[in-house]
């Protein structure tokens, strides 16, 4: 389990009407919005969303 960052606010918010919550985050200076990884949520990425418009992280941060 690892956080999933989207830079790309439609598809944020996109997941976030599937039932997907994420959190923002600055990163260098631009807001990402992370989401915990689920074996759900990874199915939706990768069968909407083309593998270079998210990123994963393996580690999780409270």
Not at 1 to 7: D, L
Not at 10 to 22: E, P, R
């Amino acid at each position: 389990m690892g956080e999933i960052f989207v830079e790309d606010k439609d598809k944020a918010d996109a997941l976030l009407s599937l039932g997907f919550k994420y959190t923002k985050r600055d990163i260098g200076g631009k807001e990402v919005f992370v989401f915990i990884q689920t074996e759900e949520l990874m199915q939706e990425l990768n069968s909407k969303f083309g593998h270079g418009s998210f990123f994963i992280d393996k580690t999780l941060k409270f």
